[in-house]
């Protein structure tokens, strides 16, 4: 959900200014499902940029309050999720812990690094929601460790039908701070893409397993 439309707008314009979001209709990149896509998305470069990078925090930090109140914790999904939390939580006071993609195969074996408790109240930090797969896998994590997840928030979403049905039917709510429809309106307006490119990406986030065959 998008609750601050000038501050997703903004947050656009930071991802098309340093190329964290390219937009390719006419060579479309293909992602490691094999799907043809004409975006590509890399919300880590937003560090590198002090300015940006306390927006984008300072964004977190409203959005999360607004939407499910101050937390015990703050998890970070692995990787994109990880400096993002940090930062986060940082800015809140609040202890930080991220969740591994699976379990290490040495040492504790942890899934969950930092330190938890059970019934504590945790927000997840994602940089990217695409079809929310990575994010409710993290979820599901937290939740078996006896956690109460509060909800999900992430820079930036695709806006994918698919993600809307997997959190709904997790019974666990997201937020993002900018998504998809807002970037192209964006990226139109900077004459980045034509209004015939805007049909092809539109088309795309509709059907985008079958998108360029």
Not at 105 to 133: A, P, R
Not at 152 to 167: H, P, T, W
Request: aromatic share 10%; net charge neutral.
């Amino acid at each position: 959900m998008i609750t601050d439309i000038d501050r997703a707008t903004k947050i656009a314009e930071f991802l098309l200014q340093i190329k964290a979001v390219k937009l390719a209709p006419k060579n479309p990149f293909t992602w490691s499902s094999g799907w043809k896509s004409p975006i590509y998305c890399d919300n880590r470069k937003t560090l590198s940029y002090p300015n940006i990078r306390t927006y984008i925090r300072q964004s977190y930090v409203e959005a999360i309050l607004n939407a499910y109140g101050k937390p015990d914790v703050i998890a970070g999904v692995a990787t994109g999720g990880i400096a993002q939390g940090a930062l986060v939580a940082q800015e809140l006071g609040l202890p930080f812990i991220y969740v591994r993609d699976k379990a290490k195969g040495h040492g504790m074996k942890n899934n969950i690094e930092g330190n938890y408790e059970k019934d504590q109240n945790v927000v997840v930090i994602e940089d990217l929601i695409s079809t929310g797969g990575s994010s409710l896998k993290a979820v599901e994590s937290l939740r078996e460790a006896g956690m109460h997840v509060k909800g999900v928030i992430a820079i930036f979403s695709y806006g994918f039908q698919k993600a809307e049905e997997l959190f709904q039917a997790a019974n666990c709510p997201f937020e993002v701070l900018s998504n998809y429809d807002i970037l192209i309106e964006k990226a139109l307006d900077q004459g980045a893409i034509s209004k015939h490119d805007v049909d092809s990406l539109r088309d795309w986030r509709i059907a985008p397993e079958s998108w360029g065959k």
